[in-house]
């Protein structure tokens, strides 16, 4: 995905808002506390999202502070499915986002 986008704007009518930021699918301290810190800034784990002046605000703030952002489960990079396997996460990703359409089905 390139940088000068933000991902998460494709979730909601809301326009964009500030910089880009590094807004993690699978935040720092779930990766931290169950794979370690060596994966915490794997590249498969956040896409690019606006973040206002602060980097709390904007789609990205949307997404982790109000909780008001929500993106569907078949809707994620399959990159972040895809670390969530290698990493045993499937069970993070079904609680987040709701089950996998193989789980479903």
Request: glycine share 12%; hydrophobic share 35%; aromatic share 10%.
């Amino acid at each position: 995905m390139p940088r000068n986008r933000c991902w998460l704007a494709q979730f909601t009518p809301v326009p964009c808002n500030g910089k880009l930021r590094k807004c993690h699918l699978i935040p720092r301290q779930v990766i931290r506390r169950e794979v370690g810190d060596i994966d915490v800034y794997d590249e498969r784990t956040w896409v690019w999202g606006c973040g206002g002046l602060t980097g709390c605000a904007g789609h990205h703030g949307m997404l982790d502070y109000s909780r008001t952002l929500r993106i569907p489960r078949e809707k994620l990079p399959a990159k972040v499915e895809r670390f969530a396997v290698e990493h045993g996460l499937g069970w993070w990703l079904d609680r987040e986002y709701g089950p996998s359409g193989a789980a479903a089905d």
